[in-house]
């Protein structure tokens, strides 16, 4: 019976330990979860995730700009990563559409927060 | 003046010719005679008021023709003026809806500025222009063509 619960409570752990770590650290999970949020014009959702200057400078008007800048894509399918640098911690996407893509560009803090997050039009 | 006295006889003697009580038709030869040199008389007398009347009549027409090309163009310069007055009125109602259309046009760029603003406010890098190619070469079959770097416009929050 002890067994069981210690077997339960370390499958708990596990699950929250891998919960916290998909929430901050991974930059392809960070970088889906802010783009998918930006299309859904999420203002909270997109700016969970930046750190404290990136959250001054957001405006709900310029999430609402890019949402449509997104949906002129077609349905949101999800970001590939194309490039990393771990030193420095920037990464690239490609967050796909239906109609096109775009580039995502994202740096992230030692802390996991968003240092920068920027969207790129890609250009036939 | 001698043409007219001779018209003005011709005149008189056919005028009195045809009031003159008609005689009757002689069979002498004399009097024939007589009878066609007064019907010579009178034709001649009618054609000389004709050719009299034909040459005022064509020196009036002369005239009148220049007064009405006269006229005609005083008349054409007048209807010109008008017309280029006409014009003008048209023009300045076309400039005056121009420029009320400008002023329209200045007020939607306005506001788009503002919107700009509002968007990319001062210190804000959210939109910001993008290298998106490196400079690069391509060749074809017959030519290698440089790739200049372009820019391209992203879109976000932060230096990357």
Redesign the interface.
């Known amino acids: 019976m002890s067994a069981r619960y210690i077997i339960a409570a370390c499958l708990l752990a596990v699950a929250l330990t891998a919960c916290g770590q998909s929430r901050g650290g991974d930059p392809q999970a960070v970088a889906g979860r802010v783009a998918q949020a930006l299309y859904n014009n999420d203002y909270n959702g997109a700016t969970a995730d930046?750190d404290d200057?990136?959250k001054a400078?957001?405006?709900r008007?310029?999430v609402a700009?890019?949402s449509d800048?997104m949906h002129t894509l077609g349905d949101y399918q999800g970001v590939t990563s194309t490039k990393s640098d771990d030193d420095t911690r920037?990464y690239w996407f490609d967050a796909k559409f239906s109609k096109g893509d775009m580039i995502v560009?994202l740096?992230l803090h030692a802390n996991g927060q968003?240092?920068?997050?920027?969207?790129?039009?890609k250009?036939s | 003046m001698r043409h007219s006295r001779l018209i003005a006889a011709a005149l008189i003697g056919a005028l009195a010719l045809a009031m003159a009580p008609k005689p009757m038709a002689l069979a002498d030869g004399a009097a024939s005679t007589r009878n066609i040199l007064i019907g010579v008389g009178a034709a001649a007398g009618t054609l000389l008021i004709i050719n009299h009347n034909k040459k005022v009549h064509e020196k009036y027409a002369e005239d009148a023709q220049k007064q009405a090309a006269l006229a005609e163009q005083r008349d054409d310069a007048q209807a010109a003026a008008q017309q280029y007055k006409t014009a003008y009125e048209h023009e300045s109602a076309v400039a005056s809806e121009l420029k009320k259309e400008v002023a329209i046009q200045q007020q939607q760029i306005n506001k788009l500025n503002a919107a700009v603003a509002s968007l990319n406010p001062p210190g804000s890098n959210f939109l910001a222009t993008h290298q998106a190619a490196a400079v690069s070469t391509q060749t074809n079959s017959t030519h290698q063509v440089a790739m200049a770097p372009t820019q391209a416009v992203s879109y976000g929050w932060g230096d990357f």
């Open positions: 930046f200057a990136l400078q957001a405006t008007t310029q700009m890019i800048k920037r560009e740096r968003i240092a920068a997050y920027r969207l790129v039009p250009t």
